[in-house]
Each structure stands twice: as structure tokens, then as C-alpha cells.
């Protein structure tokens, strides 16, 4: 199993000389040839024909490196370093990654390979990680007949250099740090009707696990999502709202901002689980969690664990601040009964999916998922299944899979909405 920061180029991690710190006695790299990876396929932008990146390439050693991009033609950047963990993000404005790129490397460098995808639906986002305290040096520009070369240097910093690394190095116009735009409803809510939120997992920047094929849980969910989205409208006793509706890089504060704004009835965020523990391929099936002060088991706590640090991974903003703790949050009588219809809705869904999918020992979990702490609004995380295991990575990748998996969540929430002990649609 690769790890989930592998990047959505699908460039393998083994193909890449990892990046190590060098010891003192250990002399710098002298000049070579690169090394090139083969050419990758990549996922078209969400927003136009966007500025193609046709090549990523790095070139230095563990001194000093310099990341070479090369664009269609001249744009906005923006290179800046981030501490916790340590890596290098290069925003572009414009940015994609469709079309066919190769991304080139060689030696022991201060930077690992690069994960890529869009941020908003105007920026594309780089991250490199490090391997120690680094920071931006410079950031240069020059005209190769139509398209343009961007030069990142990148040096070794110190922890007091590191406090201030985040400043952004600006090349081309002037141009503010982008984030994740907010999310609306393209239409009306229909009056009377309850207020489903739909929140596929990772998106953009962000791939969630990935297959040692190459897929990418952001992909599979947005995959079921669709489908569920479908499925309820075509019942038509609930509203749907997604929190993304394409490749978007959503931060978490975000997707539970949305349900809050819609006045939402109901939260369902999708995943797609992974184990990287002994054993792990061979672990799979769903299953479905609500919030907890305490985990269910070990796994659910480090899921939870690995999906609440999702944006700061991700390089973005805001990520890192306070979070409420759970075991405070659930003394509020509110939330109480809030939790209690989280544990409704858990077991019809169990019930349901049982009837067409194998799910996992003990399928009905809790965590202090950041996502699930929502106050007055029911909130369920489904793991569709695991990455990991080559069975469940194959049926998560079927078409008829995925409209199975959405028809019996659907029915679940109809159990939820207008079974015998079905919620009120006032709430």
C-alpha cells in the first residue's frame, strides 16, 4: 500500500531517490545527467483549458535544489515552505496538470517528489515534503519560445528561519494567497424538504489513499457521491447538497460549514479506509462511524487521527487551529440528542449495506472525526471499504459497484426520514 501522500500523478515513490538529511562527513552531489520518471497521465483541471504544466523536474542536491517547472506561458506563482510537516508549496495561478507531464529527479535532495492537483478553481497547487527545516530562496522566471521557466530554490533553514518561511515568493504579478473557495448550492432548496449534505472525502490537492495502481480515493468517493446525489433526488424527499461536486480541495472547517449555512438535516461524508498495519491486505469491508470522546478501537482512533491533520498535509491555511474536544462538545444536552440521531441513521445504514456489500467486523464505530463535530446536525462518516486489500480496491472501482453502495444509502436515509421511527422533517 502506498501512503495517501503519494501524489495524484500516480509517480511511484520507489522510482524516486528519497530524500535524506546528509551527514557531515558526506560531500554534496556533484552535477549529473537526471534521472527521468516515465511520463505520467494526468487528471484534467476543474476549471478550462487552465496553464499546462509540462514538466516538473528537480536538480541539486542535499545543500541546496532547485525545482524547474515549465508552463505554457506566463502566470501568477506564488513558493513558500511550511513547517509540521516540513515541505514546499508552489501555487500557480491558472495551473494544470492534464495532458502528459514527466517529472525528472536524480540524487539525494533537501525535497521527495511532487504531489500536484488543483487548490481552488483558479490554482493549481505543488507540494514537495523535506527532510529538514527549509526554506524559499528565490523564485525566477524566463521566456523558452512560448512557454516559461520557473526556477524555485530551495536551502536549508534554521527553526527560527522556519517561523517566518511561510511569506510567499512571489513571480509575475502580485497575487494574494489562494484558498479553497467557499461552497454553495448551485440551486433553491425546495421548500419542506429535509437538507441532506453529501461530503465526498480529499478532493484537489488532496488524494486521500491511493492503490498501489494508482487510484485514488478522491476519486472513488466523488464516484459513489454522484451516484447517491442521484439517487436521493430521484426519490425526491430530500434536498442534496455536495460539499464538492468535482476535483476541489475542500478544507474541513469548510465542509462543516456548509452543512451549518444549508441548515442541513443531515451530514454523510465518504471514505474509502486503509491499513498499513501487519496483515493489512488482507483487512476490508465497511463500515460506518459517529462521533465519540472515545475511539472504538486502535484503528478507528489513528483514521481519525490521519483524516483530521488532512489540510495541513495539504498545505493549507487555517489548519492548524484549536479544535474543540470532543468529550466537551457531547456534555451539551443538544448534541446529546444530536448523537443519538447520528446513531439512528449509523444503524440503518449498517442494516442497509449489509444487505449488498461486506462490511467489517464490528461495522458500527465511533471517532473524534473533525468533520462529525457538528452541533444540532446529525453527521455520519462512511468507509466504503479498504484501499488496501485488492478486493475491495477492484469492487470500488466498478460503476455498478458504486450505484449498488448509493442505492442501499439512500434507502437507509429513507428508513431515517419516514420509518416508524422516522425523524421529524422540522428539525
Do not use: C
Not at 536551502?155 to 479553497?180: F, N
Not at 469491508?285 to 472515545?294: I, N, R, T
Not at 487521527?305 to 456534555?331: H, M, S
Request: zero cysteines.
Amino acid at each position: 500500500m502506498k501512503s495517501d501522500w503519494l501524489n495524484s500523478s500516480r509517480v511511484t515513490l520507489d522510482q524516486v531517490p528519497a530524500a535524506r538529511p546528509q551527514t557531515p562527513s558526506e560531500p554534496a552531489e556533484t552535477a549529473s545527467p537526471w534521472s527521468a520518471i516515465a511520463p505520467q497521465n494526468l487528471s484534467p483541471p476543474a476549471w478550462g483549458d487552465g496553464i499546462p504544466v509540462h514538466q516538473i523536474a528537480l536538480r541539486g542536491d542535499g545543500r541546496r535544489v532547485e525545482i524547474v517547472l515549465t508552463i505554457a506561458r506566463r502566470t501568477q506563482v506564488s513558493a513558500f515552505a511550511l513547517e509540521e510537516p516540513t515541505r514546499i508549496v508552489i501555487d500557480g495561478t491558472g495551473f494544470s496538470f492534464s495532458g502528459t507531464t514527466e517529472a525528472l529527479t536524480r540524487g539525494r535532495l533537501l525535497v521527495g517528489a511532487p504531489r500536484f492537483g488543483p487548490l481552488s478553481q483558479t490554482t493549481g497547487r505543488l507540494l514537495f515534503d523535506a527532510n529538514r527545516p527549509v526554506r524559499v530562496a528565490s523564485v525566477t522566471g524566463k521566456p523558452i519560445g512560448e512557454a516559461v521557466q520557473i526556477t524555485v530554490v530551495v536551502v536549508p533553514a534554521t527553526r527560527a528561519e522556519m517561523t517566518h518561511a511561510g511569506t510567499p515568493v512571489l513571480w509575475g504579478s502580485a497575487a494574494a494567497t489562494v484558498q479553497p473557495g467557499p461552497i454553495s448550492t448551485p440551486y433553491p432548496p425546495k421548500i419542506g424538504l429535509p437538507v441532506v449534505v453529501i461530503d465526498p472525502g480529499h478532493g484537489g490537492i488532496d488524494p486521500g489513499a491511493v492503490t498501489d495502481q494508482g487510484v485514488l480515493e478522491k476519486d472513488v468517493v466523488l464516484g459513489v457521491s454522484l451516484r447517491l446525489k442521484a439517487a436521493l433526488e430521484a426519490r425526491g424527499r430530500v434536498h442534496v447538497v455536495m460539499t464538492r461536486q468535482g476535483d476541489e480541495t475542500v478544507r474541513l472547517d469548510q465542509r462543516v460549514a456548509a452543512a451549518a449555512a444549508q441548515k442541513a438535516t443531515l451530514f454523510v461524508s465518504l471514505h474509502a479506509d486503509t491499513y498499513a498495519g501487519l496483515g493489512g491486505g488482507s483487512v476490508r469491508g465497511g463500515s460506518v462511524y459517529v462521533l465519540g470522546a472515545e475511539a472504538s478501537n486502535a484503528a478507528a482512533r489513528a483514521l481519525a487521527e490521519k483524516e483530521n491533520t488532512a489540510d495541513a498535509r495539504a498545505g493549507l491555511f487555517n489548519a492548524d487551529q484549536p479544535d474543540l474536544a470532543v468529550d466537551g462538545i457531547l456534555a451539551d444536552l443538544t448534541v446529546r440528542e444530536t448523537l443519538i440521531l447520528s446513531q439512528r441513521i449509523q444503524g440503518a445504514l449498517v442494516q442497509n449495506l449489509r444487505r449488498s456489500i461486506l462490511l467489517a467486523r464490528e461495522p458500527a464505530r465511533a471517532a473524534a472525526f473533525r468533520v462529525l463535530k457538528q452541533a444540532e446536525i446529525p453527521a455520519v462518516l462512511i468507509e466504503l471499504g479498504y484501499m488496501s486489500n485488492g478486493q475491495d480496491a477492484a469492487l470500488l472501482q466498478l460503476p455498478e459497484w458504486q450505484a449498488t453502495v448509493a442505492d442501499r444509502i439512500a434507502d437507509a436515509v429513507d428508513t431515517y426520514f419516514t420509518g416508524p421511527r422516522g425523524v421529524a422533517l422540522d428539525r
